[in-house]
């Protein structure tokens, strides 16, 4: 399942099968990862700048914190993975009795939440890579500033992306509570850092 | 500058470096990929289906043009390298004689264009994959159409990324005609595939 390993061809290709991983969920956090570098990225173009020495320690600062972003959200394209098979299974389970259509029930009720939970992650580290895109943005060299509007396009792509991928779990969850709580952390997210990152685009936008 | 045959993780990492290439144009034609990949899925989860059969052959069809624009963008991660490359060294040219000045002039020139293009190619190829989103948000397996939304979000971003790689090489380019006319072109792009894009999305997340 180290679908990173592999080449950026082959990821590409075997996404566009019919093999059941990766999806959504696992691309999403690949974009996101993209999306974060791009950002790191303007800070390695402008560390060791003498023009840009007053916030080179801020912008080391950022960079530490993008460069575990990157490997989370790297991370997370296998976890995606991971918890997609169990899910996968639970729907072919018998459902013939109620005793089986009770257990059927309950193994699919803890595979949606484990499978709700690694989207929702992701979100979570494409929310910070948008507050750190905002700082580099400000800091960063100018020279490399359009590189910081690819990186938070790419940040927000895999936010939304991620989004529906939570829904889709919930959804089915007979767990009401649980899902209701979760679609509501996922639109609260979206509702303050999708905004957000189109600001940062347009204002990176407005120095063409 | 084979970028696509590197693994995943090494692509982000070297992304993230200083090294010049690499940069924002090669991300967008990346991610561009990864997101017609995702509709291409949806057709691929969609073929051999038999609740699907009265649309088999219009899902070949589309099946068969992700994979040429899939093919065109992973092609185009290497050309914005190559092309980035005279760019720099263009920049680096002496100017000290009025000889100089205009030599460094010309060749600069010449680089923008060609590095102006290649963002372009990935802007017409986004383009034309968001028009395929449309139709396999119509016509994809329901059970993976959140993968439509997460592609579209992709491509979206492909979009407007290189949409940037565009705009600050034509800020650069003395022919201000050749310079206006690519920018209208983008700019053309941007007002018809965002919002095009942004309406598949809200139809595939409405169904959650």
């Known amino acids: 399942m180290e679908f990173i390993k592999g080449s950026c061809e082959s990821f590409v290709e075997v996404l566009a099968s019919k093999a059941p991983v990766p999806g959504g969920g696992g691309a999403s956090a690949l974009v996101g990862a993209i999306g974060t570098a791009l950002g790191n990225m303007v800070g390695s173009l402008t560390v060791g700048k003498k023009k840009y020495a007053a916030v080179e320690q801020d912008i080391l600062a950022l960079k530490e914190k993008a460069d575990a972003l990157q490997g989370e ?14 899910l996968s299974k639970a729907y072919g389970l018998p459902k013939d009795t109620p005793e089986e259509q009770a257990e059927k029930t309950r193994v699919m009720e803890e595979a949606l939440k484990a499978a709700c939970q690694v989207p929702m992650e992701i979100m979570r580290a494409c929310c910070r890579a948008i507050e750190l895109h905002e700082e580099f943005a400000k800091k960063g060299a100018a020279i490399a500033i359009s590189d910081v509007g690819c990186g938070v396009a790419c940040c927000r792509a895999a936010l939304m992306g991620a989004s529906l991928n939570v829904f889709i779990n919930t959804k089915s969850m007979t767990d009401r509570i649980y899902a ?25 936008a407005a120095r063409f």
Not at 73 to 86: I, N, S, Y
Not at 180 to 204: C, S, W
Request: net charge negative; charged share 35%.
């Open 73 to 86: 959200l790297l991370a997370l394209v296998a976890r995606d993975a991971e918890v997609f098979e169990p």
């Open 180 to 204: 209701e709580k979760a679609n509501a952390e996922a639109h609260g997210m979206m509702d303050k850092y999708v905004p957000l990152a189109d600001r940062i685009f347009e204002d990176v």
